[in-house]
């Protein structure tokens, strides 16, 4: 309550606002009326203006907390949604984007066809160019009668440096065409088949990675590398933690 400046001065003592601070417990001040300031007021984790206002500081309102309380939840509620329906329009567009193997396969087999045939009328126009450009060196030769022999020799040293440039640019593109088809058979899931693995679907068609997808007792698909198995779940091992657990 109240009181003259006498009887409020043991609050400005400094023993008594160490004890407030060291306190582990936090520590309301309610000292005098609302115009009434001590070191103790100060050193309090909270001020009241009267003891009162200090109870109600220390009790606050329960319902006004749980309304403030579903204020959130209905807040955090409509947070998650709007989150959730962003990611969920993220990965419809992702789904959208995801490309099937066969297609990227059947891609690929056509731009390495493509490559194929800019190659061979690449070679077939520099064999043309290389052609017409010895036919203007034979006319050339022709016209030069005392060098006639000499012009011979070097007519055919340049078209064995002509046959062996071709061989070797010919052979360096075959080279390439067989790395890019080499790359390209990587891709083919029937490679991957081939080494023993298998695609498992459940009676949706969905492709199966994790065994929590299904359940004892349910039709399962496997697809080899050659033919393919329908089969019932006997038991299953979630978590099994590495390839080639227990059945």
């Excluded at 126009?125 to 050339?140: N, P, T």
């Excluded at 790359?183 to 088949?193: D, G, M, R």
């Amino acid at each position: 309550g109240g009181g003259s400046i006498e009887d409020l001065w043991s609050f400005n003592e400094e023993i008594v606002a160490r004890a407030i601070a060291a306190c582990p417990i936090p520590v309301v001040a309610g000292i005098g009326h609302e115009t009434d300031f001590t070191i103790a007021d100060f050193a309090a984790d909270l001020r009241a203006p009267t003891p009162t206002g200090a109870a109600q500081m220390a009790t606050p309102d329960g319902a006004e907390w749980r309304r403030r309380i579903d204020r959130l939840g209905q807040g955090l509620r409509g947070e998650m949604r709007r989150r959730l329906d962003g990611l969920g329009q993220r990965l419809d567009g992702l789904g959208r984007r995801l490309q099937h193997p066969a297609i990227r396969l059947a891609d690929q087999v056509r731009h390495l066809e493509h490559l194929s045939h800019r190659l061979a009328m690449a070679n077939q126009a520099g064999l043309e160019r290389r052609q017409r450009q010895m036919e203007r060196l034979a006319s050339r030769l022709t016209a030069a009668v005392p060098h006639l022999d000499s012009q011979r020799e070097r007519i055919a040293d340049h078209r064995r440096r002509l046959a062996f440039a071709c061989q070797a640019e010919l052979s360096r593109r075959t080279a390439a065409v067989a790395s890019l088809a080499s790359h390209l058979s990587h891709l083919n899931p029937q490679a991957v088949l081939l080494r023993g693995y298998s695609i498992v679907r459940d009676g949706a068609g969905n492709i199966l990675v994790d065994s929590r997808q299904t359940s004892a007792g349910a039709p399962i698909t496997v697809t080899l590398a050659r033919g393919g198995l329908d089969a019932l779940v006997r038991t299953t091992t979630p978590n099994a933690g590495k390839i080639g657990g227990d059945p």
